[in-house]
């Protein structure tokens, strides 16, 4: 991890918004006392809390022996109980009579809508289970999904827990090179995809990507694909290779809808999901059957104040980790409807969000703090047309939320009836671990608030100090939870490395934050190199491997600048070949250069990891023992786009010998 620069929090935010009355009136929990009573007893006495909440709750098919087993750094949650994630999501409610409510409330992007009630839901997810069967999958095997925000995107993960096949789900936005880096790192022979999905009115080109990476990587043995698109997709675009692929409607018409759940152990690899960290290659975050379920849904039940007539509408795509927690297990392990919109926020205009909670009545939003700031750019006229009066709670995720953008999201969204919840949590911390609770916590805009139950955070030195309030520091969680990582894929070292090291004997995952005199903790941001670009977790080593991975790149250094919208955009600084260099001589060449290493981005990761800026520099400014100097990167770029291209090459050597004092 690079050295933290020193951390220093400039927000002073006053502005203090009880729960609405009413709100809290009805809530799980209706005070700040209670919210006191129930933390206290969860972190006195986790194993009471937590086995507690396990009983009630959820389907065993076997009890636990231990409720925790701790040796730090690996926690074992539930030990020696039996369940199945799929069970309690799905068959549970049917049980328990609720068969005909809607599960998933789905809208695709052209505004087609279908409704799967939780019955419904049963027999396709027992169908597509026994489809993996028949392809040879075991409990234990690795399946890629690689899908647009469809009703089958669910259905598919849902089938692979009901089976133990651990899934490795592939964010729609990311493109071939991700696909080829997660598949032969989690040794995947299995590909589910769609010939496409709907985005801002375009297809995105799902089965070809997943055809190129094929070409690249022998292990993909078999490639079901699901038809979102059909007749509309251009002809003879990714057509079905014989012997390897198959069309999912035609497997799913030839198996039963029976289909008993796997009886997993409760730490049982549940899904790979691949994040970014420090180094080129993203890492496998590897989370657990039992103590993930309980997890996600007792956090989703509490913050979002969940009740059986919600209509719960996150809006991230299932390919994070929001998505796997609270569009699919933590919502649905509460029996609650959950809405998958397949589309862009903007299209066919910036109204779509809205009319799609006035249409559908959604009860809960929850969405990132780019979307906010896009949607109070373009004004507010677009809300202000749309009866949202269905809404009882907004929520925000993925990065630090400006006050100004919570001042719209509660006014303009919320018409000053909703309380806010703006929860902190991290792809490797399974659910939300700071978070107001909407009955109870007075919100700050601009602040994550308190912990969740069972989660004991501080703000720490280096050193492994505690700091007094308003301190800024690494924040750090001192205890095991539930839906914690149990580690990275095929790499423990670096499990213990990455979170256990930092600071002896506690989780550090890379944000700085302080907490105030009310013990309220307001995220900073990160301090290692990972950049949060629209809510997006993006690694800049790898956005660096891929750019130097072009013929006319010698060498590259990528850097976050902030950015109104995005919240951070990414700069790239990058030298040439010298046989390449005279490709920047004219005007033309450059602007042509740097689109297509733009482009070549795009191709490689995704179009989420497209460059704002790219610079072209003689050398990148190091330090006399080789270090990018990143900082100085970062006042550059920050400074703005160079004008006019006129300077060509770019000569920061001197501003390095400058700044290397303070490096
Ligand atoms: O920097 C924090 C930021 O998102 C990071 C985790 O990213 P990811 O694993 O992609 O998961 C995002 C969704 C859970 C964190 O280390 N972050 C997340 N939520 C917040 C946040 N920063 C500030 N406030 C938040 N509410």
Redesign the pocket.
């Known amino acids: 991890m690079s050295q933290p620069e020193k951390i220093e929090s400039l927000l002073k935010e006053e502005r203090s918004f009880p729960p609405p009355a009413k709100f809290a009136a009805a809530a799980h929990v209706r005070s700040m006392d209670e919210y006191e009573a129930l933390y206290k007893q969860s972190i006195e006495d986790p194993c009471a809390f937590w086995a507690s909440v396990a009983e009630q709750n959820f389907r065993w098919f076997r009890m636990w022996d231990r409720t925790l087993d701790w040796q730090l750094p690996h926690a074992r949650w539930f030990v020696g109980a039996q369940t199945n994630l799929c069970f309690n999501c799905v068959d549970r409610h049917v049980e328990r009579g609720l068969g005909d409510k809607t599960a998933i409330l789905f809208e695709g992007e052209p505004g087609d809508v279908r409704r799967l009630s939780f019955r419904e839901l049963q027999t396709e997810v027992c169908k597509f289970a026994n489809v993996l069967k028949s392809l040879g999958v075991k409990k234990g095997d690795r399946v890629t999904i690689y899908m647009p925000m469809t009703p089958e995107l669910a259905i598919a993960c849902l089938a692979c827990a009901r089976i133990g096949a651990p899934h490795s789900v592939i964010f729609g936005g990311f493109s071939v090179q991700a696909i080829v880096d997660r598949v032969e790192d989690a040794q995947s022979h299995v590909v589910i995809t769609s010939d496409g999905g709907w985005r801002r009115g375009k297809v995105v080109p799902l089965k070809e990507n997943v055809d190129q990476a094929a070409a690249q990587c022998a292990l993909i043995k078999t490639v079901v694909v699901h038809r979102r698109i059909g007749e509309r997709m251009e002809s003879g675009a990714a057509p079905l290779v014989d012997g390897r692929d198959h069309w999912w409607h035609e497997l799913m018409a030839a198996e039963s809808a029976e289909c008993p759940p796997e009886k997993c152990d409760a730490e049982d690899m549940l899904f790979l999901l691949y994040?970014s960290g420090s180094t080129g290659k993203p890492k496998g975050i590897l989370h657990t059957t039992a103590g993930y379920m309980v997890y996600t849904a007792t956090t989703a039940k509490y913050i979002f104040d969940l009740k059986p007539d919600d209509i719960f509408w996150c809006t991230a795509d299932i390919g994070?980790?929001?998505g796997h927690s609270y569009v699919i297990y933590g919502i649905l392990a509460n029996g609650v409807t959950t809405v998958m919109y397949e589309g862009a926020p903007n299209h066919p205009d910036w109204e779509r969000f809205w009319a799609l909670i006035e249409r559908h009545k959604v009860t809960k939003f929850y969405t990132a703090p780019t979307a906010i700031r896009a949607f109070m750019r373009e004004g507010r006229q677009h809300a202000d047309k749309h009866d949202l009066s269905s809404l009882k709670l907004l929520g925000?995720?993925?990065?630090?939320i400006n006050p100004e953008a919570w001042m719209w999201y509660h006014e303009v969204v919320g018409r000053g009836r909703c309380p806010i919840v703006?929860?902190?949590?991290?792809?490797e911390t399974g659910g939300i671990l700071i978070s107001p609770i909407p009955g109870a916590t007075p919100t700050k805009p601009g602040t994550?608030t308190r912990p969740f139950f069972g989660i004991e955070p501080a703000v720490m030195s280096k050193d492994g100090t505690v700091l007094p309030p308003n301190a800024g520091g690494l924040l750090c969680i001192k205890k095991p939870w539930p839906g914690m990582l149990r580690g990275i894929w095929r790499d423990p070292e670096r499990f213990v490395r990455q979170y256990w090291s930092e600071i002896d004997d506690v989780y550090f995952?890379?944000?700085s934050a302080r907490m105030d005199a009310d013990g309220y903790f307001w995220?900073m941001?990160?301090v290692d190199d990972v950049i949060?670009v629209s809510g997006h977790?993006l690694g800049t080593m790898e956005v660096e491997s891929a750019i130097v991975a072009h013929p006319a790149v010698a060498e590259a250094a990528v850097v976050g600048v902030p950015h109104e919208i995005k919240g951070n955009a990414i700069a790239a600084f990058v030298t040439l070949t010298a046989d390449r260099i005279g490709d920047i001589a004219s005007h033309d060449g450059l602007a042509k250069l740097r689109e297509e290493l733009m482009q070549h981005v795009t191709h490689a990761l995704g179009a989420v990891a497209r460059p704002d800026q790219i610079r072209f520099t003689q050398s990148l400014p190091k330090t006399r023992s080789g270090k990018i100097m990143r900082r100085l990167l970062r006042e550059i770029a920050g400074g703005g786009q160079v004008k006019g291209d006129t300077t060509t090459l770019e000569d920061f050597s001197v501003l390095a010998k400058l700044a290397e004092k303070d490096e």
């Open positions: 994040t994070w980790i929001t925000t995720v993925g990065e630090p703006d929860t902190w949590w991290q792809t994550a995952a890379g944000d995220i941001g990160r949060k977790r």
